[in-house]
Nanobody, 120 residues
């Protein structure tokens, strides 16, 4: 079974840092793009950051300069380093992968979500 498993969420004070990790497990040959979305209470899910297997990145304006996304293509793992966290960053963060090449063809995957709470 192919799936995404996230880790690293939790409670942090404003100005603090957290690192999220997401591993794509199962029989995967390659992944075209991986990224992170978030959904705050009462709001729509939004893209936070994405990265291609070649290393091209895209960030939401609200996190530019504070968050860094990286990928390990060998481990099929994507990371999100979050610095200078603000209360507005509080949300459930979801890992996403597209162009996932498996024995069954290409699929799109979502993780189960991990809660990030920024509060004093």
């Amino acid at each position: 079974q192919v799936q995404l498993v996230e880790s690293g969420g939790g409670l942090v004070q404003p100005g603090g840092s957290l690192r999220l990790s997401c591993v794509a497990s199962g029989s995967i040959w390659s992944i075209s793009i991986m990224g992170w979305y978030r959904q705050a209470p009462g709001k729509q899910r939004e893209l936070v950051a994405a990265i291609t297997s070649g290393g091209s990145t895209n960030y939401a304006d609200s996190v530019k300069g504070r968050f860094t996304i990286s990928i390990d293509n060998v481990k099929n793992t994507v990371y999100l380093q979050m610095n200078s966290l603000e209360p507005e960053d509080t949300a459930v963060y979801y890992c996403h992968a597209d162009g996932v090449h498996t024995y069954a063809g290409y699929v799109e995957l979502w993780g189960q979500g991990t809660l990030v709470t920024v509060s004093s």
